[in-house]
């Protein structure tokens, strides 16, 4: 659907719109709500306001960047998951270099018990949103007890004057294994669906951008629910190699960031958006330069040793033409 109310100015043809892990933004206070004392300067890490300022301008200067070799500008949408609260979000839009541009969020806070949560940065100058809420993912443990995990993120608003449907995700982990815990992500891909379908009783064709950490790859049984549900595509599928993904973990490159869209993207229509690449971000100003880790993400800690670093993910991007 287009919207000719939409303001026109300085539309660039070229845009994109990623995805990032942030890795633990935390701010440096203690939140008696959330288990966030290993993030409070007396906590285990020795979280401090000076080591939160410089993840937060190692984090601006990263999402700045993404795709502006081609597109001469940062983001239009940027989804990011393991923010603490809109506080934090808050803080690194005003951080420089994005301060200069006119970015505002969508932030819901979630039930995660570590107050980690999901939110969606987006340039004004682009995109309008026309209304948000926070997806409950209803899941349970083995004991019965509800797994209280984030809340999958909706945003439907208008790019350069389209409608598009956004989810941004952080899955469930597989911290007690990925067989044991592949259930959740199964059920969290049954529930966008279930949302996309009651979304199709009265919108056709709708323009769906997924996104996040789903904590799965592209031949995941979750992702492969998720495709199977929809007309949907994974433009990432073939980007994952044995030297290169965006996380690694004890030597091993995984691709569970990802950003999935619909096949809408794949059609040429004035006054709409076409894809035109899908990439990992991983320059290497955001990798280890030197030792056994070296080429992989250059994280804020490991254990608790402060490394000093931006994430333990590399961001991952989509790029669209706007067809004029």
Request: a negative charge.
């Amino acid at each position: 659907m287009k919207f000719s109310f939409f303001k026109k100015k300085s539309i660039n043809t070229l845009h994109t719109v990623a995805f990032y892990n942030l890795e633990n933004l935390f701010d440096a206070k203690n939140d008696f709500n959330r288990l966030d004392d290993d993030f409070t300067p007396n906590g285990s890490k020795k979280w401090t306001p000076k080591r939160y300022q410089n993840k937060l301008s190692r984090l601006s200067k990263t999402i700045s960047q993404i795709g502006r070799e081609s597109t001469g500008f940062p983001p239009v949408l940027v989804g990011v998951a393991e923010v603490e609260n809109g506080k934090v979000v808050q803080d690194l839009l005003s951080t420089d270099p994005l301060n200069a541009y006119n970015y505002h969020y969508v932030h819901y806070d979630s039930p995660d018990e570590r107050g980690i949560d999901n939110a969606l940065l987006y340039n004004r100058d682009n995109f309008e949103v026309i209304r948000s809420e926070a997806i409950p993912l209803i899941i349970h443990n083995d004991n019965g007890q509800r797994d209280t995990t984030r809340d999958i993120l909706y945003v439907n608003g208008v790019l350069n004057g389209e409608e598009l449907h956004i989810f941004v995700n952080h899955w469930p982990s597989r911290r007690n294994g990925e067989l044991e815990t592949d259930y959740k992500r199964i059920a969290a891909a049954k529930t966008i669906i279930e949302y996309m379908e009651d979304l199709e009783q009265s919108i056709e064709n709708p323009n769906y951008i997924v996104m996040g950490d789903f904590n799965d790859g592209p031949s995941s049984a979750s992702l492969q629910t998720l495709m199977r549900g929809n007309s949907l595509h994974n433009p990432m599928e073939g980007l994952k190699t044995p030297d290169r993904g965006s996380a690694n973990y004890k030597r091993s490159w995984s691709l569970f960031d990802q950003i999935i869209v619909s096949h809408n993207f794949f059609n040429y229509e004035r006054g709409t958006h076409s894809f035109t690449e899908a990439n990992i971000f991983d320059e290497a100003f955001l990798t280890e330069y030197k030792g056994k880790y070296k080429g992989n993400p250059h994280r804020t800690y490991v254990g608790r040793r402060y490394m000093g670093g931006f994430s333990d993910h590399f961001p991952v991007y989509v790029q669209f033409k706007f067809n004029i």
